[in-house]
């Protein structure tokens, strides 16, 4: 049976838009780079060999689209709002949301993405070391650091002043 764009948009673009969410904490932005990615899926899809790694190729593309729209702005995506939680969310579930998407614009761009592409997305390690150009131990090293990093803004053991400059994600 032959794969389609459109069974690969109907598996996928949830968890692409997630990513993108996740990451330009823009939902507009999100969409407009999810489309970006379908479009190129589109272009792409004769080429296709379906291996297995259909979650790894569509998430390789779709880092390529972040990686271009970095090069295009030459500045930092969006600034940082609360994730979707926050519209209807209770009081305390929009602090931690919203402490969430802080924290993750306070981590290293390797150690974010990884920690992304791993816990939100759901891609094995290999997968992720071939989309970061890594090993897997390299993949296991940034998120244990990313972890460690979240643990600890989350739970308010850093100061702010150690903390640094926000990064916008």
């Known amino acids: 049976m032959e794969t389609t764009a459109a069974d690969l948009f109907e598996r996928h673009h949830v ?3 997630r990513f993108f969410r996740r990451v330009t904490g823009d939902p507009d932005l999100a ?5 970006d990615v379908f479009v190129r899926v589109v272009k792409a899809l004769a080429a296709y060999q379906p291996r297995g790694w259909e979650t790894a190729w569509l998430f390789q593309i779709a880092r390529t ?4 729209h970095h090069r295009r702005r030459r500045e930092p995506s969006a600034s ?3 994730p979707e939680a926050l519209a209807a969310g209770s009081p305390a ?3 931690v949301a919203f402490g969430l998407q802080e924290a ?4 290293p761009e390797a150690e974010r993405t990884v920690f992304l592409l791993r816990e ?3 891609l094995s390690y290999s997968e992720v070391a071939a989309l970061c150009d890594t090993s897997e131990d390299g993949v296991g090293s940034r998120l244990f650091r990313a972890r460690r990093r979240l643990r600890q803004l989350l739970s ?3 100061s702010v002043d150690a903390l640094g400059p926000v990064r916008r994600v």
Do not use: N, Y
Request: net charge negative; hydrophobic share 50%.
């Open 15 to 17: 968890a692409i838009f």
């Open 31 to 35: 969409e407009d780079l999810t489309q």
């Open 65 to 68: 689209v972040l990686v271009d």
């Open 80 to 82: 940082l709002s609360a």
């Open 93 to 95: 579930g929009q602090l």
């Open 104 to 107: 993750l614009g306070r981590l």
């Open 120 to 122: 939100v997305t759901g």
């Open 156 to 158: 308010g053991r850093l």
